[in-house]
């Protein structure tokens, strides 16, 4: 019976976790994160078809000294693997639940604009934004994005004309649109508020994912910072979920 019931649990998990990465790749989005997911969707997929025979084969290169010593090594990554992917999940979460100071400039985070149109996790992070705004009319809102490939306006100029379309004065809103990271978002809003004498103190609007990795380059240029998180929707939130590891993790080696 377990031999007939696990193969099967393999290749459903695999596949569901398929048809969340795919799904992302009909939005038009193709990054680490759902490449990532797709060749692990297709490891389970693979060895749930070939269990009985993979299995055979571990055992064979277990009983030669060669093949033990690679395997040593396979697990060895694959539990690095694991452990880093605890610790940067663990920091996602983390970042999301950072309190913010009561009418400290709300920073919003550009992605992606289609056209002269904001894309679903644009509105997401416009949408908290806009909530903070309206619940602390006094602050100062800096919109921070440049204009990338399929973009025909920059990001920062797609959120100033939503947040007006919204409600919220135009005076309220300054634009930093020359940016092209997050790194980039953060360090030319800080000089737009050292210009106009704003303070250090900062709240980030961008998705519960991203905000972690904004934290820390908030950190580097020293500026205190809270979070104003955005909920990714499901489809996503994978594959920005899975990229966002791997940018923690870079943060944390080139910087």
Known sequence: MREKVLPVIFILIGLICFLLFTNVIYWGI???????GIIISLILILYGFFMKQINQTILKLWSVS?????????????????VLAIVTTTCIVKGCYERFEKN????????QV????????????????????????????????????????SEAECMRRWLIS???????ILMEDKSTSTDENIRFSKQIMDDNDLGSSISIATNEFHEYRAGKIADKYGLKHGAVS??????????????EMYGILAEYILN
């Open 30 to 36: 193709l990054n680490i994160g759902n490449v990532t």
């Open 114 to 153: 289609r056209g002269e149109s904001p894309s679903l996790m644009m509105v997401e992070r416009l949408t908290v934004a806009k909530d903070y705004l309206e619940t602390y009319p006094d602050t100062v809102c800096i919109v921070s994005g440049g204009t990338g490939e399929g973009e025909d306006i």
């Open 66 to 82: 060669g093949g033990k010593i690679f395997l040593i090594i396979v697990s060895a990554v694959a539990a690095t693997i694991l």
């Open 104 to 111: 400290a400039v709300l920073i919003v985070l550009g992605c």
């Open 230 to 243: 955005a909920k990714t929707a499901w489809w996503l939130l994978p594959t920005y979920y899975v990229r």
């Open 166 to 172: 919204k409600g919220i004065s135009k005076n309220r």
